[in-house]
């Protein structure tokens, strides 16, 4: 019963944590201007599958991935099955391979932006005539690059909660 408390409890916690960066994301950063609009959910989803596996990492990158396919308009189902595919990827990478550590969170979320990154930039607006092929590089680039200093920021918070439940 206490077990499943907890476990409860570190998801409240990681959902709280998830829904704050995807505000950030939608509606923090695009009203900022002159910086890039990072994707924070990506390297959110990334540090939480770190910790939970591929299950976990999987509702995870669904969750973030799904409210920012409903804020963002024109994308149906591109960030949900993206993110999700990223956290169940980092989550399985985790559990194998790869240590529970910084510099793990730290390249699988690099790796994941630019996968996301660049499809978003190809297939929603290179290909669909709103932007030129250089907005990849323009654009795209500086998203990326933003998103991956915001691990530094993200991981801290999850490994955090995660610490709190090492008896899980």
Not at 62 to 88: H, I, K, Q, R
Not at 145 to 150: A, D, K, S
Request: net charge positive; with cysteine.
């Amino acid at each position: 019963m206490l077990h499943t408390r907890m476990a409860l409890f570190r998801w409240v916690c990681f959902s709280v944590l998830l829904l704050m960066s995807v505000i950030l994301q939608t509606m923090v950063f695009p009203r900022l201007s002159g910086v890039p609009n990072p994707m924070v959910s990506v390297a959110a989803s990334v540090s939480a599958a770190v910790f939970s596996g591929v299950p976990g990492g999987a509702a995870a990158g669904f969750a973030c991935g799904l409210l920012c396919d409903a804020l963002t308009p024109g994308v149906e189902a591109y960030f949900t099955l993206t993110t999700m595919a990223a956290g169940a990827l980092t989550g399985f990478l985790c559990g194998k391979y790869l240590q529970r550590t910084f510099w793990s969170a730290l390249l699988l979320s690099a790796a994941s932006l630019c996968v996301i990154g660049a499809g978003y930039a190809l297939f929603f607006q290179v290909a669909a005539g709103r932007a030129p092929w250089g907005a990849i590089v323009a654009v795209g680039l500086p998203e990326i690059l933003g998103g991956v200093l915001c691990v530094p920021l993200v991981y801290p918070a999850f490994r955090g909660v995660a610490g709190i439940f090492v008896g899980e």
